[in-house]
């Protein structure tokens, strides 16, 4: 098998092994980005020396190894790096250098991982979309604002990369371009160096292909221990239609109905499960959160760099300016009541299995999709899973949200392999329409 093609477990198991080197999996991976991305665009650097030479002094390297020892990761444009410039997704910082690595990366480092390059990222991680395109088929949206990343991941250009997520931007572009996304409960993963969008939501997500791949990430960046994974009692799954239920077309919906009745006849308990009074007004609250929060992060950029930002996002900022300092405390108190009150609202469930994204893929690359079914999750800071299961009528990937309480992270985890082994992941499309040789 091309190098390439292996999930970052099999990798690391290998590399520990002594079976693989990771000179040969950088290199596989290099000449996929080599291959692929003058097409699907997912990488704004990326400095094959450097990897390359970092490769083979862990090869050469004796002792005990580091969880990610010699598994390449790409890092979103909105985290800082030291040996690679930072840009933001915007033109205000082309050819910014940066003399510091974000934590989230000078941990991952530490864990012996090797940062590949920067993945592209929308405008500050907002909606006006980078050139990336999704690999299944080039036609269409890879989302946003992690486009980048999932595109990356999921055309075998690397095993596991960074993102981040303020409304959905972790969670969906992984549904549309297909592979396993985790937004872990809020600040689980340190947050410094990373260019704010909403201090009070962005959130570090990661990209793998299996939920295992993106527990051994999270646990090589955060500490968090590596989930038990194995057989587990019924699994108490939640049924969560949503009340924007309506807004999925109804191949998302049939899915997501065909998931949960295969669950349930594998075992699972599944029951619907709505939440309580107090809810539903979080889908305009984390707007407005968000909004406020953005215009006062990105005042300097705004008042001084106003003709190099996109007429969109500009317009965006002055809307979140606009948003009075007393609507801004409301929204963040009915946050908080709704995150004091989670944890009972999944008495007696483990997770809650919900959509995570309106269905496939948005035609074209002017649009980034709708976050709708995301941003209550991240406002209440909870960990989510993204988990692929099927596709729709374009033969674009589709699949289910796994939502857990807050701080549930390992148990979330658990649930999730346990759904993804019996939901039985197989695209019929390979990427690019061909095999990886």
């Given at each position: 098998m091309n190098p390439a093609q292996l999930t970052a477990v099999q990798a690391a198991r290998l590399i520990h092994a002594g079976e693989l080197k990771s000179e040969d999996l950088v290199k596989a991976c290099l000449d996929r980005i080599v291959e692929r991305d003058g097409e699907v665009l997912a990488w704004t650097c990326y400095d094959a020396e450097l990897a390359l030479r970092q490769a083979r002094e862990l090869?050469?390297?004796?002792?005990?190894?580091?969880?990610?020892?010699?598994?390449?990761?790409?890092?979103?444009?909105?985290?800082?790096?030291?040996?690679?410039?930072?840009?933001y997704g915007s033109p205000i910082y082309r050819g910014f250098q940066p003399?510091?690595?974000?934590?989230?990366?000078?941990?991952?480092?530490?864990?012996?991982?090797?940062?590949?390059?920067?993945?592209?990222?929308?405008?500050?991680?907002?909606?006006?979309?980078a050139t990336t395109r999704n690999p299944r088929n080039l036609a269409y949206s890879p989302g946003g604002s992690s486009s980048g990343s999932a595109a990356a991941v999921a055309d075998y250009m690397v095993p596991l990369a960074f993102g981040t997520q303020t409304g959905g931007s972790t969670i969906r572009p992984a549904a549309f371009c297909g592979v396993v996304s985790y937004k872990p409960t809020f600040n689980l993963i340190n947050r410094a160096g990373l260019k704010f969008s909403a201090e009070s939501l962005d959130t570090i997500?990661?990209?793998?292909?299996?939920?295992?791949?993106?527990?051994?990430?999270?646990?090589?960046?955060?500490?968090?221990?590596?989930?038990?994974?194995?057989?587990?009692?019924?699994?108490?799954?939640?049924?969560?239609?949503?009340?924007?239920?309506?807004?999925?077309?109804a191949p998302a919906q049939r899915l997501l109905e065909q998931a949960a009745q295969h669950l349930a006849a594998l075992g699972a308990l599944v029951q619907d499960h709505e939440l309580g009074?107090?809810?539903?007004?979080?889908?305009?609250?984390?707007?407005?959160?968000?909004?406020?929060?953005?215009?006062?992060?990105?005042?300097?950029?705004?008042?001084?760099?106003?003709?190099?930002?996109?007429?969109?996002?500009?317009?965006r900022m002055d809307r979140g300016m606009a948003i009075s300092h007393s609507e801004y405390r409301a929204a963040l108190a009915q946050a908080e009541y709704c995150r004091q009150r989670f944890a009972g609202e999944l008495s007696g469930l483990d997770v809650l299995l919900t959509p995570s994204a309106t269905g496939e893929a948005p035609l074209g690359?002017?649009?980034?999709?709708?976050?709708?079914?995301?941003?209550?999750?991240?406002?209440?800071?909870?960990?989510?899973i993204h988990v692929p299961f099927g596709l729709g009528p374009q033969g674009l990937p589709l699949g289910v949200q796994v939502v857990g309480s807050r701080g549930s992270d390992l148990a979330t985890l658990c649930c999730a392999?346990?759904?993804?082994?019996?939901?039985?992941?197989?695209?019929?499309?390979p990427i690019g329409g061909k095999a990886l040789r």
């Open positions: 090869d050469r390297a004796l002792g005990p190894r580091a969880p990610l020892h010699g598994i390449p990761v790409g890092v979103k444009d909105v985290i800082d790096t030291a040996d690679l410039p930072t840009q003399r510091w690595d974000a934590s989230c990366v000078s941990l991952a480092r530490s864990a012996g991982a090797i940062v590949l390059g920067k993945t592209a990222t929308t405008e500050f991680a907002s909606i006006h979309p997500g990661l990209f793998g292909r299996s939920v295992e791949d993106v527990a051994l990430f999270a646990h090589a960046v955060s500490g968090q221990s590596m989930p038990v994974f194995g057989q587990l009692p019924a699994v108490r799954i939640g049924l969560h239609r949503t009340p924007r239920w309506q807004q999925a077309t009074p107090g809810f539903e007004v979080l889908y305009e609250v984390q707007g407005v959160i968000m909004g406020y929060e953005a215009a006062r992060a990105f005042a300097w950029e705004t008042r001084n760099q106003r003709e190099l930002l996109s007429t969109e996002y500009a317009q690359l002017n649009s980034t999709g709708d976050s709708l079914f995301n941003r209550i999750w991240t406002l209440l800071g909870v960990p989510c392999h346990w759904i993804e082994s019996n939901l039985a992941v197989h695209c019929a499309n």
